[in-house]
């Protein structure tokens, strides 16, 4: 089955602000970096349940799954969840920062 690949607001506005970074820190490599980040994603059209289960399942009402990407002290954490034909990228971070709390996940606090 192939799946449909949709990045949440909170998702589009985390990977605008990694390329924001990449681009300061790196500005020709800042837009190469981008699409390679999104060709990964794409991977996520078959078989997302590859991936293995995010730490923050244990906190939330939908089965969390995370996807790295890249290599080193740069690698980012697409935390996701598969809803039909479609999955839902939440949230992208850097792998090395904390787990996200509920209301990072935009999960009521129940």
Known sequence: MNYYVRLQPLALEDLDQAYKNAAKHAPNTAADWLERFHD???????NPERCSLAPENLKSTRTLRQFLFGKGR??????????????WIVRIRRAARRQM??????EPNI
């Open 74 to 87: 740069n690698v980012f954490r697409s935390v996701f969840t598969v809803e039909g034909d479609t999955v």
């Open 40 to 46: 990964a994603l794409k991977t996520l059209e078959t």
């Open 101 to 106: 709390t509920k209301k990072d996940l935009g």
